[in-house]
């Protein structure tokens, strides 16, 4: 079994900054897929942004060149590093490992 814990969400100022972190443990060996996701009010739950066992990385398009995904040494933490937010990425972030576990979510709300 998986268990993944998000953490990092808050309120910010249009054009501030947030770093979420998501720390999976359990039965995971070696590194592996691990994804942000986000639902926005009124839409449909979009990936931000991936990366894989080997270390390529993806980015939904409305957030390339603002975000950025990292992996720390031990593999089984992922960050999202989130600048120049606006209100639209107003929501619930969810972390995902092999998209099969996901977490509780972690909110982020960028203030109007």
């Known amino acids: 079994q998986v268990q993944v814990v998000e953490s990092g969400g808050g309120s910010v100022q249009p054009g501030g900054s947030l770093t979420l972190s998501c720390v999976a443990s359990?039965?995971?060996?070696?590194?592996?897929?691990m994804a942000w996701y986000r639902q926005s009010p009124g839409k449909q739950r979009e990936l931000v942004a991936s990366?894989?066992?080997?270390?390529?990385?993806t980015y939904g398009d409305s957030v390339k060149g603002r975000f950025t995904i990292s992996r720390d040494n031990t593999e089984k933490t992922v960050y999202l590093q989130m600048t120049s937010l606006k209100a639209d990425d107003t929501g619930f972030y969810f972390c995902?490992?092999?998209?099969?576990?996901w977490g509780q979510g972690t909110r982020v709300t960028v203030l109007p």
């Open positions: 359990g039965s995971i060996l070696g590194p592996t897929y």
């Open positions: 990366i894989t066992s080997t270390g390529y990385k």
């Open positions: 995902t490992v092999e998209a099969r576990y």
